[in-house]
T-cell receptor
Framework: AQKITQTQPGMFVQEKETVTLDCTYD???????LFWYKQPSSGEMIFLIY??????QNATEGRYSLNFQKARKSANLVISASHLGDSAMYFC??????????FGPGTRLSVLP | SQTIHQWPATLVQPVGSPLSLECTVE??????LYWYRQAAGRGLQLLFY??????ISSEVPQNLSASRPQDRQFILSSKKLLLSDSGFYLC?????????????FGPGTRLTVL
């Protein structure tokens, strides 16, 4: 069965610094996708970044990058140059062939001024 | 471009009353549609998903039901709400069920059952 683990219930980072949010996953399917979402206090789920299991390079989207280590089954989100607006819940999710999304429990990130 | 709408944004209902939440998607055809519930401070629980009109699968047995009367419309209903139905309800869509397809979420409905 699919499973997503996010071991950090809460994280703090100083403004302008870089933070890494951890995500590990478990699947027996060689073809899968990994996703990160941001949920601010308003509640909307905002898609941030995607990494495919066959992608050779780590995904990047602006200040977001994904540190994909396939052998370790980890897909950590790296946020660079943090600002106050990055304070939110962050969810890691996975989808393999023909299956629905599985979400992790989330990490609450607080950016300190 | 595609957009997804949900209404109402907030709802306060007494226990035992009916429920109807609506979700519509614009700018795409035959999307996969999903209903999730999120309890306060918790992760997302998949309730229903649909790959086409009249093709709906339930993930969790409960007093909720879902319908898809039109290609881009997904409705979550209940005949009698329970206190435990309180939460944040999110609708989402994706193009297909492929592992590469992202799910995009609507703004959500915050439901309080009193």
């Amino acid at each position: 069965a699919q499973k997503i683990t996010q071991t950090q219930p809460g994280m703090f980072v100083q403004e302008k610094e870089t933070v890494t949010l951890d995500c590990t996953y478990d699947t027996s399917d060689p073809s899968y996708g990994l996703f990160w979402y941001k949920q601010p206090s308003s509640g909307e789920m905002i898609f941030l970044i995607y990494q495919g299991s066959y992608d050779q390079q780590n995904a990047t989207e602006g200040r977001y990058s994904l540190n994909f280590q396939k052998a370790r089954k980890s897909a950590n989100l790296v946020i660079s140059a943090s600002h106050l607006g990055d304070s939110a819940m962050y969810f890691c999710a996975m989808r393999d062939r023909g299956q629905n999304f599985v979400f992790g429990p989330g990490t609450r990130l607080s950016v300190l001024p | 471009s595609q957009t997804i709408h949900q209404w109402p944004a907030t709802l306060v209902q007494p226990v035992g009353s009916p429920l109807s939440l609506e979700c519509t998607v614009e700018g795409t055809s035959n999307p996969n549609l999903y209903w999730y519930r999120q309890a306060a401070g918790r992760g997302l629980q998949l309730l229903f998903y649909s790959i086409g009109i009249d093709q709906i699968s339930s993930e969790v047995p409960q007093n909720l039901s879902a319908s898809r009367p039109q290609d881009r419309q997904f409705i979550l209903s209940s005949k009698k709400l329970l206190l435990s139905d309180s939460g944040f309800y999110l609708c989402a869509w994706s193009l297909t069920s492929r592992s590469t397809d992202t799910q995009y979420f609507g703004p959500g409905t915050r439901l309080t059952v009193l």
